[in-house]
């Protein structure tokens, strides 16, 4: 049956009748401030954070060159779910994003795991940010003896209070920030493949193939490594999906998203592959490390002075960025949760400003959490948080393909009409995608140490949201009860 059969025509072929389009209680109240150029910088800003600027280097240290493929498969699927997510918000454009596509799709059960995953996801990764922000302040001699988690607590309270402020100024921050980000690695790889080109040294070695081949190849490490960092990887792709959340507060996604999504893939190819397979010609990689930024780590070798300072701007750049993104997002997911019944109801409220207050506090509490984390650990606390992350990012993207297939079949139900605009070789893209999640489930927990200990945290996660939800399942039947009186 297509996609397009008409009500009527569906109903002859003793098919399901079209359903009643969802209508999200949360998506109400919201300012249209976004324009079309901060969607497409917030894009662009979800493909390039901490995982590339900070985590990079340890991974490089651990997997060599080889890295560059790693980050080219796992961007292929962070592609499908984006584009997964973009099908669903020009059927539906919602703040409350997939949360609210999961309520339709799967009920409230589904949108309560769905959000309080995603939710795990963005307090974790707000911890690994400041972490991350921490670490590039001691780059500078003025911060070196300041304490990490002081610097720490001190990032998180300036992008607080600049969330809070209104979405306008969130867009413009990130439109900026996005803005700094790409002009810096635009930069950097027009100066390593002049580099590459003149055969130039850097740090005595001559940039080409041969740093790759005199140093073990493509696989110094063997292929195992490659492997076990790809958990690391998918932590690089996890603010793709902010552009859907995003959508609810733009007066036309169905003019943007399309266009903000798929240039998501190029992006991809050239910044995260592009500047890895750099990175890997410039320097041997046992000259990086995950103490510091890959990109630090070339400037500083090069000699040039200043540079490095600049890169390091950059890359604290990138962490505020991506703090900011998560405060944003968890904001207006856990407003939509809220209004259901299934979020505590102070992470409802809303300020003069549309912005809603309760629920980015509620995230910036868990990051002070964090700054604990970095008085006690200092030196582990960006690898912990960024394992759980891993997890809450694996919850959403599940949940994203999950909801992309229930409305799939729908869709050949009769019971909704795809868009135009559609995730292709559906069903089996979303299968795969699938599979794919749980196999770096699996690889965090072959890998050991860490990320097995993560991975066994699991039945703790679901029995927490099998507690939380019977906790809350009395307020949720009753509101609805109440929408449907009303």
């Known amino acids: 049956m297509s996609d397009r059969t008409t009500a009527a025509e569906t109903l002859a072929a003793g098919a399901p009748a079209k359903s009643t389009p969802h209508v999200d209680a949360g998506d109400a109240g919201y300012s249209k401030d976004l ?21 990079a280097g340890g991974r490089m240290a651990s997997a060599g060159p080889s890295l560059a493929i790693a980050y080219a498969v796992c961007g292929v699927f962070a592609f499908f779910v984006v584009r997964a997510l973009g099908e669903l918000v ?5 703040s409350g994003a997939f949360v609210s596509y999961a309520r339709e799709f799967m009920g409230e059960k589904g949108a309560f795991a769905a959000g309080w995953l995603y939710f795990l996801n ?4 707000a911890v690994a940010d400041i972490t991350a922000a921490a670490t590039y302040a001691h780059f500078w001699a003025m911060f070196s003896s300041v304490p990490q988690w002081v610097l720490a ?4 309270a300036v992008v607080l209070a600049a969330n809070l402020i209104s979405v306008k100024y969130f867009g413009e921050m990130e439109f900026w920030f996005a803005i700094i980000k790409v002009a810096a690695l635009v930069a950097f790889m027009l100066v390593g493949v002049f580099l590459v080109v003149t055969q130039h040294p850097v740090d005595g070695h001559t940039p080409g193939f041969s740093t790759v081949t005199d140093n073990g190849g493509i696989f110094p490490t063997g292929m195992l ?5 790809i958990q690391g990887v998918v932590f690089a792709y996890a603010s793709v999906e902010l552009c859907g959340v995003a959508a609810g507060e733009t007066e036309s996604p169905e003019k943007i998203m399309p266009k903000a999504i798929n240039s998501i893939m190029w992006r991809v190819g050239l910044f995260y592959v592009g500047s890895v397979v750099l990175l890997a010609l410039l320097l041997p990689y046992t000259a990086y490390s995950g103490d510091q930024s890959p990109f630090v780590t070339v400037t500083e070798k090069l000699g040039v002075p200043g540079t490095a300072h600049v890169m390091n ?3 604290l750049t990138a962490a505020l960025s991506s703090l900011n993104s998560g405060l944003y997002s968890t904001g207006r997911i856990l407003r939509s949760m809220a209004l259901s019944g299934s979020a505590p109801k102070f992470t409802g409220r809303m300020n003069k400003g549309q912005v809603p207050y309760g629920g980015i506090l509620l995230t910036a509490g868990f990051g002070v959490l964090g700054v604990a984390l970095n008085y006690k650990v200092p030196d582990e606390a960006f690898e912990i948080v960024l394992n759980l992350a891993s997890i809450g990012i694996l919850g959403t993207w599940g949940m994203i393909m999950l909801c992309s297939l229930l409305f799939w079949h729908r869709a050949q139900d009769g019971r909704v009409t795809r868009p135009s605009y559609r995730l292709p070789w559906a069903p089996y893209t979303q299968i795969v995608t699938l599979f794919f999640l749980a196999g770096v489930a699996f690889l965090m927990w072959w890998g050991g ?13 679901a029995a927490a949201l099998v507690g939380g939800w019977f906790v809350v399942r009395g307020r949720v039947r009753a509101i609805a009860a109440e929408r449907q009186d009303a």
């Open 153 to 156: 607590l001190i990032a998180l």
């Open 225 to 229: 490594p490659m492997l076990l960092v």
């Open 90 to 94: 020009l059927y539906r454009p919602s």
């Open 313 to 315: 701007l950059v890359v």
């Open 122 to 125: 963005w307090s974790t990764t």
């Open 449 to 461: 140490g860490v990320g097995r200990t993560t991975v066994m945290l699991l039945p703790l996660i």
């Open 35 to 55: 324009k079309s150029r901060h969607i497409n910088m917030i894009a662009i800003g979800g493909a390039i954070g901490t995982g590339l600027f900070l985590g």
